[in-house]
T-cell receptor, first 114, second 111 residues
Framework: EAEVAQSPRYKITEKSQAVAFWCDPI?????LYWYRQILGQGPELLVQ????????DSQLPKDRFSAERLKGVDSTLKIQPAELGDSAMYLC????????????FGPGTRLTVL | GQQLNQSPQSMFIQEGEDVSMNCTSS?????WLWYKQDPGEGPVLLIA?????ELTSNGRLTAQFGITRKDSFLNISASIPSDVGIYFC???????????FGTGTRLKVLA
């Protein structure tokens, strides 16, 4: 069964360092989402791509976060510099088309900033 | 902003018991979704609801879309140990493809 792949699964870094997370959506899925999930809370959307274009990044802290999906397939989310408050699970999800409610989530990357 | 409040926050039940949890909002939504998240994993979609009053089942799970379009509930019948996890409701904001998630209900099943 096709799955959304994410790496790394775990990342520990010191504040002020740069970190990057990678996501490979299910093959053929045009829509890709990055979410941040703070412990004890629900996921919060950071950025949504339709193919290679950003559809919504209103919740992305653009002073330190960036996301790209250059060829409309896999995607990278970067944080530079990392802050203590960035410690969270970063989830990637994909769906076949925009608006389709069936989003398939990856296992996430758990980031700890020391 | 728009928020989804879930209750209870957590529940401990005996295996075999039925479970009920709900999700409420001050805003109206046209789509309600229920997800389950296991520890260290991403959420998995359980049930999707599209019409006010709609009642949908998926095995031992039943969910309803409230008539006011401001709430939804999820029931689990005859709970089993693998039902353990965090259950989230989610809604799609009107006019966008953006989803907001509730605060979650943590379920623990005692064998």
């Amino acid at each position: 069964e096709a799955e959304v792949a994410q790496s790394p699964r775990y990342k520990i870094t010191e504040k002020s360092q740069a970190v990057a997370f990678w996501c490979d959506p299910i093959s053929g899925h045009a829509t890709l989402y990055w979410y941040r999930q703070i412990l004890g809370q629900g996921p919060e959307l950071l950025v949504q791509f339709q193919d290679e274009s950003v559809v919504d990044d209103s919740q992305l802290p653009k002073d330190r976060f960036s996301a790209e999906r250059l060829k409309g397939v896999d995607s990278t989310l970067k944080i530079q510099p990392a802050e203590l408050g960035d410690s969270a699970m970063y989830l990637c999800a994909s769906s076949l088309v925009q608006g389709l409610n069936t989003q398939y989530f990856g296992p996430g990357t758990r980031l700890t900033v020391l | 902003g728009q928020q989804l409040n879930q209750s209870p926050q957590s529940m401990f039940i005996q295996e075999g018991e039925d479970v009920s949890m709900n999700c409420t909002s001050s805003s109206i939504f046209n789509t309600w979704l229920w997800y389950k998240q296991d520890p260290g994993e991403g959420p998995v979609l359980l049930i999707a609801l599209y019409k006010a009053g709609e009642l949908t089942s998926n095995g031992r799970l039943t969910a309803q879309f409230g008539i006011t379009r401001k709430d939804s509930f999820l029931n689990i019948s005859a709970s089993i140990p693998s039902d353990v996890g965090i259950y989230f409701c989610a809604c799609r904001t009107s006019g966008t493809y953006k989803y907001i998630f509730g605060t979650g209900t943590r379920l623990k099943v005692l064998a």
